[in-house]
């Protein structure tokens, strides 16, 4: 019924955990599709270590973004959960997701509440990530109100809305959601059933220059079928905001070509919103 999608690069030093956390679920009807995006160091050893007891898929290193996609490529569940591999499920998350759908059959893709622990301490998140339920578009554009580790969706939800952008290094998670909740409602189940993990050197959260990926997103957004009128305003007024910051940061550093680059973008939208 529900395949589990783990992308996972050089990360043999904890991903045992990941697919333990899966193992030890409830909920039992699923597949475990580890997707290795070439790694180089002992991953293959713990993965191999599994054997039967999972699907493994092997790469040359291409991304988050291709890994998941091959992932969801190769699976045959009807739904498809992701966990990042450096994160852990509490033994009630797939069952908790799967009764939801039962009970609400229109509903095409939905997270839980998570625990947050970084550097092996728990931590409090700030306000502005506080998760809420249905359309919460705008909200969207600001950060990233999805976490990939705690969602389950409908496999159909990935014909309409596409797959991960493999053009994206980072913020891919950011796209996609936004993709979606631009169109349909993403359901919270206000239950912490996922443990989400950071505070390590490899984390792609840890990356600089975010937001131009981000700018990447809402540009292609925009040239896209958005559901109305105010998302593309609201698309359009983050896109400046973040484009001056943007710039701003590039000035800093001296990379005045860049500075220029993102300061006429917003510009040029700034135009548009007067008009």
């Known amino acids: ?3 589990v999608v ?4 050089n990360r043999g030093w904890i991903i045992q955990e990941a697919i333990d956390s899966v193992l030890n679920q409830n909920f039992k009807a699923f597949e475990i599709i580890v997707v290795d995006d070439g790694s180089t160091d002992n991953t293959w050893d713990v993965l191999f270590s599994y054997r039967n007891r999972i699907k493994v898929l092997r790469q040359e290193n291409k991304g988050v973004s291709a890994a998941r996609n091959r992932g969801i490529a190769s699976s045959s569940g009807t739904y498809i ?3 990042d591999s450096d ?3 509490l033994s009630g998350k797939l069952e908790t997701q799967f009764e939801f759908f039962k009970n609400n059959p229109n509903a095409l893709i ?3 509440e998570e625990l947050w622990v970084r550097n092996g301490k728990r931590v409090n998140p700030g306000k502005r990530h506080k998760k809420v339920s249905g359309f919460f578009f705008e909200k969207s554009l600001e950060l990233c109100m999805v976490s990939p580790s705690a969602v389950m969706v409908r496999r159909d939800l990935f014909n309409t809305c596409g797959l991960f952008d493999e053009s994206l290094p980072a913020c891919e998670d950011y796209d996609m959601w936004l993709r979606i909740n631009s169109k349909y409602p993403i359901y919270f189940i206000d239950m912490p059933l996922i443990v989400k993990r950071g505070g390590h050197r490899d984390q792609l959260s840890r990356m600089h220059s975010l937001d131009k990926y981000r700018i990447q997103s809402i540009k292609k957004l925009l040239q896209g079928d958005l559901s109305s009128e105010d998302q593309r305003k609201l698309a ?3 896109l400046v905001e973040k484009c001056l910051v943007y710039a701003n940061g590039c000035r800093k550093r001296g990379r005045y070509h860049e500075a220029f680059e993102y300061e006429k973008i917003a510009q040029e939208k700034m135009s548009s919103l007067s008009t």
């Not at 783990?6 to 690069?9: A, C, E």
């Open 110 to 112: 939905c997270q839980t």
């Open 236 to 238: 359009e007024k983050v």
């Open 6 to 9: 783990i992308p996972t690069y």
């Open 87 to 89: 994160d852990l499920w």
């Open 81 to 83: 959960a992701f966990l």
């Open 1 to 3: 019924m529900v395949s």
